[in-house]
Nanobody, 118 residues
Framework: QVQLVESGGGLVQAGGSLRLSCIAS????????IGWYRQAPGKQRELVAT???????NYGDSVKGRFTISRGNAKNTVYLQMNSLKIEDTAVYYC????????????WGQGTQVTVSS
């Protein structure tokens, strides 16, 4: 089992920046991919960015060029640097990890609110 704890959300003006953090614990060696998803009110949860165990990154189209996912020195920490924030980036951001051992499973954090104001 993998446990995930997010932090760093908050209120920011459009054009500003925020950095989200996710700390993974438990069976972290089983993680194949870890990253961020978001869900705005009335919308489906969508991909923001992920990073694989081999450091391959993948971004949602709406955040490419503005958001950057990275790992900390401790491999169980993942960051999401969000720049040039837009009102439409307002959502609950969830950290998620995909594990392949012993079976395929996905873990979710509790989420952190990001609100972008005009």
């Amino acid at each position: 089992q993998v446990q995930l704890v997010e932090s760093g959300g908050g209120l920011v003006q459009a054009g500003g920046s925020l950095r989200l953090s996710c700390i993974a614990s438990g069976s972290t060696s089983s993680i194949q991919t870890i990253g961020w998803y978001r869900q705005a009110p009335g919308k489906q949860r969508e991909l923001v960015a992920t990073i694989s165990s081999s450091d391959f990154t993948n971004y949602g189209d709406s955040v490419k060029g503005r958001f950057t996912i990275s790992r900390g020195n401790a491999k169980n920490t993942v960051y999401l640097q969000m720049n040039s924030l837009k009102i439409e980036d307002t959502a609950v951001y969830y950290c998620s990890a995909l594990s392949l051992i012993p079976t395929t499973s996905r873990s979710w954090g509790q989420g952190t609110q990001v609100t972008v104001s005009s």
